[in-house]
C-alpha cells in the first residue's frame, strides 16, 4: 500500500505538470492571486471590525490568528525541514513559480496556515461569511500546490495549524461573535 506522502507527491506531479501546461496569462492570475488572496483576509477583517462597531477585539483576533500562523509555520518548517517539492521533484517543463524564489523547506504551508487561521477567526466572528472565507482558503491552498511550491499535505498540515490557530485567538482577544439581534452581519 502506497504511503500517503507518496499519494501527495502523485497529486503534486499531477498538478503542477497540468499547470505548467495552462495559458501564461493563468500562471500570472496564480502568481499575483496567491498573494493577494491574504491581503483578501485582511480586508475582510476590515470590513468585519467596521461592521461590529469598531470592537478592537473583531479586528485584532483575526490579524492576530494570521500573524500567528505565518510564524508558527516558519517555526515547524524549521523543525521538519522538508525540501519544497519544486526542490524534490523534476517537474520536465518546471514549475510556474521559479524554485530559487522560494524558501528552501515547505511542510507546512505558510499561506495556507495564515489563510486557515483568518478563515476560522473570521466565520467565527461573521458567521454569514464563512462560505467565502472558506472558499478564499481553499482557493489559497490549491494555488501554493498550482504554482508548485507545496505539495497537497503541506497545504493540509497548513490548514490544520491555522484552523487552530484561528479558533484559539478568537477565544483568547475575548472576541464577541455578532448577535443575530444586535449588530447582525
Request: charged share 10%.
Amino acid at each position: 500500500m502506497r504511503s500517503l506522502l507518496e499519494l501527495s507527491a502523485e497529486w503534486y506531479r499531477a498538478i503542477a505538470e497540468w499547470a505548467i501546461s495552462t495559458p501564461h496569462w493563468v500562471h500570472a492570475f496564480a502568481l499575483f492571486g496567491t498573494q493577494a488572496l491574504l491581503a483578501v483576509f485582511a480586508l475582510l477583517t476590515l470590513v468585519a471590525w467596521w461592521r461590529a462597531g469598531r470592537r478592537l477585539a473583531v479586528l485584532v483576533a483575526p490579524l492576530l490568528a494570521g500573524g500567528a500562523a505565518w510564524v508558527a509555520a516558519g517555526l515547524v518548517k524549521d523543525v521538519f525541514q522538508q525540501d519544497r517539492p519544486c526542490r524534490a521533484m523534476t517537474i520536465p517543463s518546471g514549475t510556474i513559480e521559479n524554485c530559487a524564489g522560494v524558501s528552501i523547506w515547505s511542510l507546512p504551508s505558510g499561506h495556507s496556515a495564515t489563510a486557515a487561521a483568518f478563515a476560522v477567526a473570521l466565520a467565527m466572528l461573521w458567521h454569514r461569511i464563512t462560505a467565502i472565507v472558506v472558499l478564499l482558503a481553499l482557493f489559497e491552498g490549491f494555488s501554493r500546490i498550482f504554482i508548485g511550491v507545496h505539495y497537497p499535505h503541506d497545504v493540509l498540515a497548513g490548514y490544520l495549524l491555522g484552523a487552530v490557530l484561528g479558533a484559539v485567538s478568537v477565544f483568547a482577544c475575548n472576541a464577541p461573535r455578532f448577535q443575530r439581534n444586535s449588530t447582525e452581519m
